[in-house]
Structures are given as structure tokens and as C-alpha cells.
């Protein structure tokens, strides 16, 4: 007689889909569309970098685009969670009749920080990606003295000011960026005179979801992340995979998951992004528990 075939361990990491943050700008965003059908609405880049959620708002009727222009004079218009730079903000204004503001309020902390900080004459340094939005609208509170350091390789050449402000992009990697601060520290004292303010700006559902992915990491055979190609903070988590496992895989969504990756495997770990809904994750565990079942 055959043995029970035993069906595959899944863990998902605590804390894993929608932070705060794309809570909010969700609901705020939906109840936004729901309540102004009769309107033009516009919302400036993607509200949150996943997609299905990008989509769906569309079909409530907020058209997604990214640049002013394509707004119509006396529309309505949302900010996305990650912000803008005050001129643009100062643009949609000007052209619109009314602005939903969907910002993280993590970001904003970081947003006035920063203004601050430029109006007392520092230095700014960023830790993060350049080309991210939120990067990007952190960097128009920052004046002309501003810098934007991705890499430890960049921080090493990196000049300082007597007087440097460093702060970080909400979703970075938390041991990325103390290495960086290290470095930065070390040239800036290097100098006869220096003050460096250092503003650890990660949130804390970034550095918890972080902690979860390498714990379920750790104890798995095979890790599936879940969530946008171009959010950052997924990336991170499989980046964090990566340094773990080798089974590491980054998908939008459960039709991408592959029978094959799980072949020998007992343990499926999953992780998702703070932009990726609860419906992906759902879809992703059900796919792997079928899989589970056949191999």
C-alpha cells in the first residue's frame, strides 16, 4: 500500500500585501472616484506600483497618466502615495479644480525634514534609487544642494558639506542603508569641521516585512515574491531572497508561477510587497497548494 503523499509546508511572511500607506491612498483614492463620477480625474503617475490596483482605479474612473499636460483645465486630479515635487504640486493647482493628496504620511515626515533641512543651508544626501518617484518628489524639497547615493560604491565618493542631512527612501533596504550612512559618516569627519544629521527614514512596515521575508526565507526551500516589477520595496524582498536561497521568484501574479520551480521542494515560502493586494497573494498560495498536491 502507497504512503499518504504529504502536502507541501507553505509559510507566508507576517505582514506580507498592503502597508498603511496604500491602505489609505486606496480607499482614499476609490471613495475619491466613487464620489465624483461626473468628473475628469487624473491621477499623476501610479498611485502605487502595482498594475492590477493602477487598472482597477481606471475602471473607477481615474485615468493614470504622468505628465500635466494631459490634464484638462478644472479637472480633479490625485497625488500618488509617493508624492511629488512642490513644483508640480504648484502646477496642479494652477490647472485643477480639486486635488486628492494620497501621499504616504511617511513621506510628507520626510517631505518637511527635508525642508527644514534646505532652509538651515545642509548639505542634503538621499539614500535610494534617483529614479524613483518618491525619490524624486523627496529631492524638490531639497534645493540645488542635494545629492541622490544608491550604492556603498557611490557613497566612498560622495562630497560632503560642513553642515550634511541625511535621510532615506522609505523602502529601502535597512542594512543598504546603514552601510551607506557608515561610509558617509566617515568622510564627512574626516573634515576639520563637520555636523551630519543622520534621519532614518525607513518605515517601519518596510523593516518588518524585511524581517519576516528572511525568516520565511530561511526556512524554505523555494521563495515566491509577490508583487509590481518596478515597486521598489518588492524588489528588496527579493533581493533579501536572493541572499538566502537560490529557488527565488519575483512575480505579478499567480498565472507566472511554474509547476517546474517547485519539483523536490517541501517548503514554499512567500513574501509580497507593501502595493500588492491581498486578492495576488490568495491566488499565489492557492496555485501552490495545487502544485503541492500533484508533485
Excluded at 504529504?6 to 500585501?17: H, Q, T
Excluded at 509580497?272 to 486578492?279: F, H, I, N
Aim: charged share 30%; net charge positive; glycine share 8%.
Amino acid at each position: 500500500m502507497r504512503g499518504r503523499k504529504k502536502e507541501m509546508k507553505i509559510y507566508v511572511a507576517k505582514g506580507s500585501g498592503f502597508c498603511f500607506g496604500v491602505k489609505r491612498a486606496m480607499n482614499m483614492a476609490f471613495k475619491y472616484a466613487c464620489e465624483n463620477k461626473k468628473s475628469d480625474i487624473y491621477s499623476l503617475h501610479e498611485i502605487i506600483h502595482n498594475p492590477i490596483e493602477v487598472k482597477r482605479l481606471e475602471k473607477a474612473g481615474a485615468k493614470h497618466i504622468e505628465n500635466i499636460k494631459e490634464i484638462k483645465k478644472g479637472s480633479r486630479a490625485i497625488i500618488s502615495t509617493h508624492g511629488v515635487k512642490p513644483e508640480e504640486e504648484a502646477a496642479l493647482k494652477r490647472k485643477c479644480a480639486d486635488i486628492l493628496d494620497t501621499t504616504c504620511p511617511y513621506v510628507k515626515k520626510i517631505h518637511r525634514i527635508t525642508s527644514r533641512l534646505a532652509g538651515e543651508k545642509y548639505m542634503i544626501i538621499i539614500i535610494g534609487d534617483r529614479a524613483h518617484p518618491e525619490v524624486v518628489g523627496i529631492k524638490g524639497y531639497a534645493g540645488a544642494d542635494c545629492k541622490v547615493v544608491g550604492t556603498v560604491k557611490e557613497a566612498e565618493s560622495v562630497k560632503t558639506g560642513n553642515k550634511t542631512g541625511i535621510i532615506a527612501q522609505t523602502t529601502l533596504n535597512a542594512v543598504k542603508y546603514r552601510e551607506i550612512v557608515e561610509v558617509i559618516m566617515k568622510r564627512a569627519f574626516g573634515k576639520r569641521y563637520a555636523e551630519v544629521r543622520v534621519y532614518n527614514t525607513i518605515c517601519d512596515a518596510t523593516r518588518k516585512i524585511q524581517a519576516a521575508t528572511v525568516d520565511v526565507a530561511i526556512k524554505s526551500d523555494i521563495l515566491i515574491v509577490v508583487g509590481g516589477k518596478n515597486s521598489a520595496n518588492t524588489k528588496r524582498l527579493y533581493e533579501l531572497g536572493k541572499e538566502r536561497l537560490d529557488d527565488v521568484y519575483y512575480v505579478e501574479n499567480a498565472k507566472e508561477i511554474k509547476k517546474d520551480w517547485f519539483k523536490g521542494k517541501k517548503k514554499a515560502g512567500i513574501t509580497a510587497g507593501a502595493s500588492t493586494p491581498q486578492e495576488s497573494i490568495n491566488a499565489v498560495i492557492e496555485k501552490i497548494e495545487k502544485i503541492g498536491a500533484k508533485i
